[in-house]
């Protein structure tokens, strides 16, 4: 049996779970289930990062005690991930017992072997990346990531001797390509790797900074917080005594972003043949999500809650879309009209449609029972050649993380049965009594439906469930062959009751403008459901009678028929634009259901809606005359 080990990086808990943390999460679950699916042993790792100033920063701005602080968030993801159906094997936190035991060892262990050395170091020192920067690294003299300028920074520390191991890691990635994928990060690692890189301070003194792994040999110092992170992929498995490290180690595949490229294909394995260890066999880079055009941040207010989404449209669609949208090495821009556009199209329509009519024929035609296969003519042979050309590319592309690749190809297959359908016009051969061909026609749907349900396992867990249940195929994954599925189309057994109807995509509707200038004035609120809207009650009232409030210039008290016998009485902060009498008679809209409160010694019941523009208050009214008390929807 194969082994396969894949990770995420372990996430800071400076900031909360959002739409980049759940896509290389989403990513590292779907190659876990796809392997589990071939029958691979596998073991899937994600996992929280804990120490280092930062997040000392971050948890006295949330004015908490920082283990408390580490806790929340790191909480916060362990809560997200089954609600996106994320199936980790093992979550590590840095905060862990066994992984501080873990990095003492393997920093002993370096140590021991001379490539660890004390020596004083001045540097350029970035707070925001907690490390020093050379000249060169520096963009106008500031740090690219944070645009600061850097601290110079004059202290003794503890130096691994990375240089020693960069022309042997120059050799492997040379020798190995398959290394680091796709090409493109590759040779940018190469090109890193013909700059002189240097040694890697690898502590930080006890003075500035005690949130962290205490050096072994010196306890005036704490180990660097990548130091520390990169160790979690060995000590989540047990590294050095448990089983479970030697059979996994050697299949492991990292899942990481482009920003966190040089840790993992520099650090990283020249921390590991520093160990003495062997290397990662794949590190995989993907892209950068931006929301629009725009860089996603906390600063610009444009930061996609992954959990709002799955809500809204479904766990499945949003996998669905966060896969096959990012071509996985590029960036890809989030906008929820791209995911509704696809949903629409590939959802609704292909996959949907596929399912919800051939299971009505299927019970229309067939008694709701899988129709035996009669002989096969050329038009069902095109079918299941079709289907094995794109069962076989999307196992290729799936295995090589080319999601969107993988899911194009798994598409052909959708909308060529179809097309086949439509041709084949079940319909007609049911008019014209051709019970046999029907039979056979639809059997090869309902077959080639069920290898799609199965490879789409990965990417939507519950939604491929439910369409296998729909199918009546009753499966584990110890039965699954995936291989095979490539070839044999016959999975399916005749007399097999179906589900009578199938729904699992209703059509969106495309709630959200496209993206317009923004409008001059405050930027939008967050968006709110239609429900939530629904709790305010807006209606029209007729101001009855208007006065200066006794104790306040900007107010004035407006008495409105509001439909009822007794006139209601509103406070407004409207008298710098209106005079009283100019009230009078005038239909203005108020909403209704706000909770009564005093102004200044009057009692309110409601608030009376006004717009603010350079020339005052504009108020909002009726276009026409309305009963009072009416209602706005
Ligand atoms: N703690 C380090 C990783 C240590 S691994 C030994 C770290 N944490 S992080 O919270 O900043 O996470 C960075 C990772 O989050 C990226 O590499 C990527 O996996 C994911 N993403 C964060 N923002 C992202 C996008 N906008 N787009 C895609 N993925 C991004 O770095």
Redesign the pocket.
Known sequence: MKHFFVS?????VN?RP????A??TIVADSIARFHKLAGDAVFFLTGT?EHGDKIVQAAQKAGKEVRQYVDDVSQAFQTLWPKLEIEYDAFIRTTMESHIRCVQYVLQKVYESGDIYFSEYEGLYCFGCERFYTEKELVHGKCPDHQVEPTPIKEKNYFFRMSRYLEPLRRHIEEHPECIQPDRYRNEVLGMLREDLGDLCISRPKARLTWGIELPFDPNFVTYV?FD??I??ISALGYPHEERFRKFWPGVHH???K??LK??AVFWPTMLMAAGLPLYKALRV?????VGDAK?SKSLGNVVDPLDMAQRYGVGAFRYFLLSEMSFGQDASFTEEALVQRYNADLANDLGNLFSRTLAMTHKYCGGRVPECGELGDGDREVLAVGHTALAQFQTHFQQFQFSRALASLWELVRHLNKYIDHSAPWALFRGGETIRLSTVLYVVLEGMRKIALHLWPVMPSVAEAMLAQLGWKWTLETVDLEGETSSWFGLQPGTPVAERSSLFPRQEVLVAPPAPQPPGPALKEPVDIEDFARLDLRVGTVLEALPHPQADRLLIVRLDDGTPTPRQVVAGIASSWAPADLLGRQVVFVANLKPRKLRGQVSQGMILAVKTDAGLALLSPTAAVPPGSPVS
Do not use: E, F, K
Request: charged share 5%.
């Open positions: 995420t990086p372990i996430y800071y900031a959002h739409l980049g943390h896509y290389s990062d990548w992170a990169l979690n992929y899942v990481v972003a920003d966190i840790p993992h993907h892209g950068y999500w931006t996603m």
